[in-house]
């Protein structure tokens, strides 16, 4: 998998990502931008149809 987000810091995770994750887990659910970049992520294509974004082989361009 390409451009999976960094893992941070042990201080990060243990203090800060504690806290997020408390917040996330007491509303029930995480809310991001689903069109944010992801850093090492190769751009998105939104022309790209589904079939092949999701990597069914039938579906990939040149097979």
Known sequence: MTGY???KPAL???TVGALAKRVFLSRGRMRHPLDAV??????????????????QP???PGT
């Open 5 to 7: 987000p960094r893992l």
């Open 12 to 14: 990060f995770r243990a």
């Open 38 to 55: 992801i850093d090492g992520a190769p751009q998105l294509d939104p022309n790209l149809p589904l079939a092949a974004a999701v990597g």
């Open 58 to 60: 039938s579906a990939r």
